[in-house]
């Protein structure tokens, strides 16, 4: 099954108690392509500037993925610099340069319009509301946001959630959305509002995920080393519909193993900075580690 990911391909300045690093490869839907690319072929929607080197997604085409849908607009690619505290989830943002993706309007080529597995990164919800009009019935379809969305663009942001069959958030933003603090009255609230499942992100915590007929939990892969937390969640994304996209099974025993299968790939993505975490792994090295999980949460009962 294929996979679409509207998003943004941007440059990352990002500075941890490891190192900094500058004007690296990121962006919501290089990182979600990144992880997904090792399950299912991954199409591109996003618009980067003629500054962008673009010999850096090579490593990305060789992997299969599909880049028709990139835009190369004139003036500046976007570019986001943060710093991160001792830990994980403690982020400060110093710089946000949108660029051209401040004009970016997403047209899906034709050839993506029928693409089965659907994800909407934390773009403005407007744009995301574009793409859902663009594309025909995608099997599975999943919707990201961040909390600068749901302060100014609250309501088209739930008429996307009512549209679509997965929400990926983590808790704060879910908090936010709902103004609910319990985190299952949270879930709940937006279940109502229209999607089958809600998969909550809780950094070095883990996620969870709701169904309305079941709850999930597992914790973060332990890594020795987070070198750069930047782009875990996307991974996390990108791991999760990626599975999917494989085994094209949707049943609740096998939306757990993509969890796990999310969390996996996000484990490597923190363990280096950049996408570098992402760049020449196999399959056996993820099925170690999605095997090691498993060893790591199991009990007898």
Request: hydrophobic share 40%; glycine share 6%.
């Amino acid at each position: 099954m294929n996979i679409l990911v509207v998003g943004s391909v941007a440059l990352d300045t990002v500075e941890t108690p490891v190192q900094k690093v500058t004007d690296v490869l990121g962006g919501s839907a290089t990182y979600f392509a990144a992880a997904a690319s090792y399950f299912s072929p991954a199409r591109v929607v996003a618009a980067v500037g003629e500054d962008f080197p673009l010999q850096e997604l090579d490593f990305l085409k060789q992997r299969g993925v599909d880049f028709a849908g990139l835009q190369i607009r004139k003036g500046k690619s976007f570019r986001w610099a943060g710093r991160y505290g001792p830990r994980p989830n403690d982020r400060q943002t110093l710089l946000l340069e949108p660029g051209v993706f401040s004009h970016f309007q997403p047209t899906i080529p034709e050839q993506y319009r029928d693409s089965e597995i659907l994800f909407l990164a934390n773009i403005d919800p407007e744009l995301q509301q574009s793409v859902l009009e663009q594309v025909r019935c995608p099997r599975l379809s999943c919707c990201d946001t961040i909390d600068h969305w749901i302060r100014t663009k609250r309501q088209i942001l739930l008429q996307n959630l009512a549209q679509v069959d997965t929400v990926i958030l983590n808790d704060a933003e879910i908090e936010e959305l709902t103004e609910e603090s319990n985190l299952i009255k949270a879930c709940k609230s937006v279940l109502e509002r229209g999607p089958r499942t809600v998969i909550v992100k809780k950094g070095e915590h883990g996620a969870v995920m709701f169904t309305p007929d079941a709850f999930f939990s597992i914790p973060a892969y332990p890594v020795e080393l987070a070198c750069d937390p930047t782009g875990a969640g996307d991974s996390f994304a990108g791991g999760f519909l990626g599975y999917l996209a494989e085994t094209e099974d949707f049943s609740q025993t096998n939306l757990r193993k993509a969890v796990v299968y999310g969390s996996v790939m996000a484990s490597f993505t923190v363990e280096k900075f950049s996408v570098d975490g992402l760049k020449g792994l196999t399959h056996q090295q993820i099925k170690e580690r999605f095997t090691r999980f498993k060893q790591i949460t199991y009990f007898e009962c």
